[in-house]
């Protein structure tokens, strides 16, 4: 209660010290760079991949040394906006895909066009990773590695109800009815999706043909209005009622899904393939995965491709901030990060797993510079809370979102 | 106001006893220094508070005549637009629908403190020792617990799965809240978070007009009920004249500190949740300056929110002079 006032007074004085602390320039020291990873990297299996290239890059940069700094999602947006007001960007940054389009906009990143050619697989990036990394034609980023989304189900459960790895939604919603009815349980969940996970509604979208939002002729429109849109949020509408006893007004951290299956209140749950790293000893010989199916009987629904890359902020060493993401994409450490469950960047190393094969049909979000601003103003979450509880009917809460996400997409 | 002038007044009372010119200069050095001597006083203060009060006030306003957003940001170089942030603000409905939403959140909120807190206090008065000692603690523990642990436990205790509250309402048999989601509606979120400032005003509320309640003379209170006044005309004519000022005080002060609540409305909604539906103004400000990068019309904002607290305090602070005055 204290600092309430000048809470908000505070924010702005310390955007405003940001802003102030204009002080020495950015041409970093070239005894050594500044790697900003996220945190995913710091794991046990996974750092030394990060250590691995860090060697690879002394070899041939004798005597410079590579400062990694782990960042989170959460936070590393505001930090890096500092250190930009501050001429102290670090050398490389990991960005997530769908962070990428306003920095680039705004022209926070070096031109890397030339180094092009030199980066490894360059030729066979995926595609969902590259499109984030270019903007007007220049590349500004360069694929680091992707995440896609699966189902991660309890085989025990699954067996115990006579339920086979279901083939199409149709399939896997008669499922998530018999399973329900098999446990008879108020708080289980035969499918835990909670009910303004975003990612996964519009999923439903893509699968049905819809878009989020689509530029016509240098302007930006919601899609989420049109017909084929509106039969896919019908179809997440309905899929979650049949399937999904989570708050249908919470999001995808509270609580984490992985969480409510360790609990034993899930026959499955929809998410990233690293779901199953957290399902507790109990259930993990019981779990497996499976491709979401789509409407469509034998192909699966185009799931979210999430992912990073990696980008050389304004004011940083270019050549070294180059060389270093080169060595870190290098094929040789693609496959360590594909050998711990992870997608690489290329096509080349994709191989028949569950995770591999949910990514090669995917979506991504419009690529718009304001992109961002319909993210963190809840715009989508808000519509499918509105539609869930039935507040709104489907079309009311599509237009409404549909005709926000057009004026925050067209704004300056 | 009228102590102020005293030193120049004891100078001036010494003057006559002093004859001859000779000895007039260096009385009118010391005449000097003297007056001089309050304002070396508060130099420090004043200094201190342009450096840290003044200086980021002036940042701000100029801020909020820039257009400033990332490309800015990047550039180290705004661009002066004029009044355009503060069009762009005003002709905007989501800030005229925050600034009703905060204003009727705030109304709410300060009534209610105000309310349990004078009921909670005059409870406090009645009481026997023991009983009050455990009020008392129970209440200044709430007021020391930080906000933002506060805000998780919250959290917890509300949650949709496996919150305590609705566990504990269910097994009480007050109705069924298995699974009941204390967030579902835009009103129940800012009823949520009334209750968590609520919660966290009323120590400091309460104690304060406890500590005012014992500077009500026992014999006046004795008197009126001898005279036979019902309790209320006792409460009416006696303890709350000279509860006046105190009410007056933290009424003033609760309504500046909940206009400008951001901490309990961003964390308690949670930041995957904050729309333009629920938005109060300091999450208002927050999504628009730093969410959306936009940093020249979050400025702009934060001078129009400025403007509006300053006049609650102009407010505040003239009733207050005021009362010293008739005092």
């Not at chain 1, 690529?367 to 009311?396: C, D, F, H, P, Y």
């Not at chain 2, 940093?295 to 904002?301: D, N, P, W």
Request: aromatic share 10%; charged share 15%; proline share 4%.
């Amino acid at each position: 209660m204290r600092a309430r006032i000048i809470g908000g007074l505070a924010l702005v004085a310390a955007a405003l010290a940001a802003i102030a602390a204009t002080a020495s320039g950015g041409a970093a020291a070239t005894n050594s760079i500044t790697v900003w990873l996220q945190v995913d990297a710091q794991a046990a299996n996974w750092e030394p991949i990060v250590k691995a290239a860090n060697a690879a890059f002394q070899r041939e940069h004798p005597g410079v040394a590579v400062n990694v700094q782990y960042q989170t999602w959460g936070n590393h947006l505001q930090k890096f906006d500092a250190t930009l007001a501050g001429g102290n960007a670090p050398d490389v940054i990991e960005m997530g895909n769908t962070e990428m389009t306003k920095y680039m906009a705004a022209g926070a990143f070096q031109d890397i066009t030339s180094d092009r050619g030199s980066f490894a697989n360059s030729s066979t990036w995926l595609d969902g990773l590259a499109a984030a990394g270019r903007y007007g034609g220049k590349l500004y980023g360069v694929p680091y590695y992707a995440g896609s989304r699966v189902v991660t189900y309890r085989t025990d459960l699954f067996k115990k109800a006579n339920i086979k790895v279901p083939t199409s939604l149709a399939e896997f919603t008669a499922a998530a009815r018999k399973l329900g009815r098999q446990q008879g349980d108020r708080a289980f969940s035969p499918v835990y999706i909670a009910g303004t996970d975003w990612y996964f509604a519009m999923s439903f979208v893509y699968d049905n043909g819809g878009t989020i939002a689509r530029q016509i002729s240098g302007k930006w429109k919601g899609t989420l209005a049109s017909p084929k849109a509106i039969a896919g949020l019908t179809a997440y509408r309905n899929f979650f009622l049949a399937a999904s006893r989570a708050s249908k007004t919470t999001d995808e951290t509270k609580p984490n899904p992985y969480d409510v299956y360790a609990q034993g209140n899930a026959g499955s749950m929809v998410g990233p393939g690293w779901f199953s790293c957290c399902v507790g000893d109990k259930y993990k010989p019981l779990t497996a995965q499976f491709v979401m199916p789509s409407r469509i009987k034998g192909q699966p629904m185009p799931g979210f491709l999430g992912g990073s890359l990696l980008a050389v902020p304004i004011g940083a060493n270019k050549s070294l901030g180059a060389d270093w993401i080169k060595a870190y994409t290098s094929n040789q450490s693609m496959t360590s990060l594909r050998s711990i469950g992870n997608i690489p960047n290329t096509t080349s190393l994709l191989g028949n797993s569950v995770f591999e094969r949910a990514a090669r049909k995917s979506w991504f979000v419009p690529t718009a510079k304001n992109w961002v601003n319909v993210e963190n103003g809840n715009i989508l979450r808000n519509m499918l809370a509105q539609i869930l509880t039935g507040k709104l009917s489907v079309r009311q809460a599509a237009q409404s979102a549909s005709d926000n996400i057009s004026s925050v997409l067209n704004a300056s | 106001m009228s102590r102020r002038p005293a030193p120049q007044v004891a100078a001036v009372a010494a003057e006559p006893l002093t004859l001859g010119a000779r000895q007039r200069r260096p009385l009118t050095l010391r005449r000097v220094g003297s007056a001089a001597v309050p304002y070396l006083l508060v130099a420090p203060v004043v200094i201190a508070i342009a450096a840290v009060l003044g200086y980021p006030l002036y940042k701000l306003v100029t801020l909020s005549f820039q257009r400033y957003g990332l490309p800015e940001l990047i550039q180290r170089k705004g661009e002066w637009v004029g009044l355009d942030n503060f069009r762009s603000v005003l002709g905007d409905e989501v800030f005229w629908d925050t600034l009703v939403r905060t204003i009727v959140f705030t109304a709410v909120n300060v009534a209610l403190t105000m309310v349990l807190g004078l009921l909670l206090a005059l409870l406090l008065v009645r009481l026997s020792t023991p009983v009050r000692v455990l009020l008392t603690t129970g209440l200044v523990l709430a007021w020391s617990m930080p906000v933002v642990v506060a805000v998780q436990v919250w959290i917890w205790m509300t949650n949709f799965q496996n919150g305590i509250l609705n566990y504990t309402l269910t097994t009480l048999g007050v109705g069924d809240y298995f699974q009941h989601d204390w967030y579902a509606t835009t009103f129940s979120k800012l009823a949520m978070v009334t209750l968590l400032i609520v919660w966290g005003a009323l120590p400091f509320v309460v104690l304060s007009l406890y500590a005012g309640l014992s500077q009500v003379p026992r014999e006046l209170l004795e008197a009126a009920s001898i005279d036979g006044a019902s309790s209320w005309r006792v409460f009416r004519d006696v303890t709350y004249p000279v509860l006046k000022p105190i009410l007056y005080i933290l009424t003033s002060l609760s309504i500046i500190w909940d206009f400008g609540v951001f901490t309990q409305a961003y964390l308690l909604i949670g930041a995957s949740q904050v729309n333009v539906d629920n938005y109060l103004m300091g999450v208002y400000v927050f999504i628009e300056g730093y969410g959306h990068s936009d940093f020249g019309r979050g400025a702009a904002i934060s001078v129009l929110w400025l403007l509006i607290v300053a006049l609650l305090s102009v407010f505040y602070v003239r009733k207050m002079v005021r009362m010293e005055e008739t005092a």
